[in-house]
């Protein structure tokens, strides 16, 4: 069964910072990657996907992940972090026979002005 | 097409009674996920629909849930004999087969 990690509770960045979210990932066969944002009192919001290609893909907001194979990650990325940023992210994976999307415990990130 | 539509948005019940909740999926999206999400926490799978087949259920879901997705259009989401540990949102998301979900803005239940 595939699972999601996100090793930490809480991200601290300074406003201008570049800013990274870490997630790390299990499953079988080849995995569809995902990054959710979750505002308070507020739906998810999906940020980016990684299916296949391009091991960086772009989303919303100029969030950026990096797809790892050899180390089975998908961190999130911002090269400039921004205070509105602050919020819940989740990362997400599924495998490829299309079977519910699993998330992780999800990553506070808190950026300082 | 406004998105994932979930109603009731709040629902407070007393312990031991039955409360159900619906979900409106995007009118072409084939899949539809329940998720239960408690405060600070991931959400936590619960089961999702193909169409009107109910194809996966979490070994957490206990037989007190039940769901149903008929014509595989809306879908339902009961709990009977509700209990305090119940008390949760509830989210409902829906997406194309292999592509990103797309969430509602939760039922949240409080058991009192």
């Known amino acids: 069964a595939q699972s999601v990690a996100q090793p930490e509770d809480q991200v601290n960045v300074a406003e201008g910072n570049p800013l990274t979210v870490k997630c790390t990932y299990s499953?079988?066969?080849?995995?569809?990657l995902f990054w959710y944002v979750q505002y308070p009192n507020r739906g998810l919001q999906f940020l980016l996907k990684y299916i296949t290609g391009d091991n960086l893909v772009k989303g919303s907001y100029g969030f950026e992940a990096e797809f790892n194979k050899s180390q089975t990650s998908f961190h999130l990325k911002k090269p400039s972090a921004l205070v509105s940023d602050s919020a819940l992210y989740f990362c997400?994976?599924?495998?490829?026979?299309?079977?519910?999307?699993?998330f992780g415990k999800g990553t506070t990130l808190s950026v300082s002005s | 097409d406004t998105g994932v539509s979930q109603n009731p948005r709040h629902k407070i019940t007393k312990r031991g009674q039955n409360v159900t909740f619906r979900c409106d999926p995007i009118s072409e999206h084939n899949r539809l996920y329940w998720y239960r999400q408690t405060l600070g926490q991931g959400p936590e799978f619960l089961t999702y629909f193909q169409n009107e087949a109910q194809l996966e259920k979490s070994r957490l879901l206990s037989d007190r849930f039940s769901a149903e997705r008929p014509k595989g259009s809306f879908s339902t989401l009961e709990i009977q004999r509700t209990e305090q540990g119940d008390s949760a949102m509830y989210l409902c998301?829906?997406?194309?087969?292999?592509?990103?979900?797309?969430f509602g803005q939760g039922t949240r239940l409080t058991v009192v």
């Open positions: 998301a829906s997406s194309l087969i292999l592509t990103e979900a797309f």
């Open positions: 499953v079988s066969g080849n995995p569809y």
């Open positions: 997400a994976v599924r495998d490829q026979a299309g079977t519910a999307l699993i």
